[in-house]
């Protein structure tokens, strides 16, 4: 079975911050998916980022990074310079190479204030 | 290029009755997957089409079902509505099959059963 888990329910930080958001998965597959979503208010789920089980490479994209550990099962997600704009829920979500659905964690709200 | 539509966006029923939710996937992406979203059990998968076909389903009862039509538009219904069904419904497409793919969500319909 796989299971995704977000343990931080809600963070708060002040603009230009930086801030992690933690995810930890469990699966029995040896190649899998870990994708990062954000959903702000507005309810639609936005596609961050996907990474493969072969791909430890950490990736950076402006503001935005992540750290993909298989030994730690784990792939985080730092926000640099955090801005208002980036306050929205964060789901972590995971699926097998033949799998059909995203299993998602909890999801973190991340709250910035000015 | 359109993203995925929902309709309608808002829905209030009462008990016992029954309500029909639409999506409208990406042009050209045939897989449609819909998701259910409430506080307290996160985001589960409902169940995926492709080609027309319901592939697979998530462990919802079967007053939850659905549809796909040619033009890879998508249908869910709800029997016999009970309270625990008040959740935002997702839905998602993609390219192909598989949870590998990246799935794009729609703003979702939040049903309110009273």
């Known amino acids: 079975a796989q299971k995704v888990t977000q343990a931080q329910t809600e963070i708060s930080v002040v603009e230009k911050e930086d801030v992690t958001l933690d995810c930890v998965y469990e699966t029995r597959d040896t190649t899998y998916y870990l994708f990062w979503y954000k959903q702000p208010p507005s309810g639609e789920l936005v596609f961050l980022i996907r990474r493969n089980s072969f791909d430890e490479q950490n990736e950076i994209s402006g503001r935005y990074s992540w750290n993909f550990q298989k030994s730690t099962s784990s792939f985080n997600f730092t926000i640099t310079a955090s801005q208002v704009v980036d306050s929205a829920v964060y789901f972590c979500a995971l699926s097998s190479a033949s799998g059909y659905a995203l299993n998602f964690g909890k999801g973190t709200s991340l709250l910035v204030t000015p | 290029k359109a993203g995925v539509t929902q309709t309608p966006r808002y829905l209030i029923k009462t008990r016992g009755q029954q309500v029909t939710l639409s999506c409208s996937p990406i042009?050209?992406?045939?897989?449609v997957s819909w998701y259910q979203q409430t506080p307290g059990q996160g985001l589960q998968f409902l169940f995926e089409?492709?080609?027309?076909?319901?592939?697979n389903k998530g462990n919802f009862p079967g007053r939850f079902s659905g549809r796909q039509f040619s033009n890879s538009r998508s249908e869910m219904n709800v029997s016999t509505l009970e309270l625990g069904d008040s959740a935002l419904y997702l839905c998602?497409?993609?390219?192909?099959?598989?949870?590998?793919?990246?799935?794009?969500f729609g703003p979702g319909t939040r049903l309110t059963v009273l």
């Open positions: 998602a497409s993609s390219l192909g099959r598989g949870g590998y793919n990246e799935q794009f």
């Open positions: 042009s050209g992406h045939r897989s």
């Open positions: 089409y492709f080609s027309e076909t319901q592939r």
